[in-house]
Nanobody, 128 residues
Framework: QVQVAESGGGLVQVGDSLRLACTISGRTFSRSAMGWFRQAPGKEREFVAATNWSRRHTSYTDSVKGRFTISVDNAKNTAYLQMNSLKPEDTAIYYC?????????????????????WGKGTQVTVSS
């Protein structure tokens, strides 16, 4: 069974950086896309960043553009989310998601329904 697991969350100060990691384990599958989403208390889960694994296309929500970077390491079966210049509004549980089949159109990478494998999340808290 394929699983994804997030790591790297924590408590930081405004302006600090964190790097989240998402490691894939289990049977080999076609990793067509990876995404990061987040959910703050009392809010809906929202899109943060995504990449089309093979083509290296990336997309970001407007609020993190220029501050967050998504990347992948094929050899380590790991995706990363580098988060710089963190703000209190970035506080949330961050979830990694993977698409294990097909080749989704790029415009769908920001939709939760695109992904069929989800991690349990890692807490990121930005203190002012």
């Amino acid at each position: 069974q394929v699983q994804v697991a997030e790591s790297g969350g924590g408590l930081v100060q405004v302006g600090d950086s964190l790097r989240l990691a998402c490691t894939i384990s289990g049977r080999t599958f076609s990793r067509s896309a990876m995404g990061w989403f987040r959910q703050a208390p009392g809010k809906e889960r929202e899109f943060v960043a995504a990449t089309n694994w093979s083509r290296r296309h990336t997309s970001y929500t407007d609020s993190v553009k220029g501050r967050f970077t998504i990347s992948v390491d094929n050899a380590k079966n790991t995706a990363y989310l580098q988060m710089n210049s963190l703000k209190p509004e970035d506080t949330a549980i961050y979830y990694c998601a993977a698409r294990s089949y097909g080749n989704p159109i790029l415009s769908s990478l920001g939709q939760k329904e695109t992904y069929d494998i989800w991690g349990k999340g890692t807490q990121v808290t930005v203190s002012s």
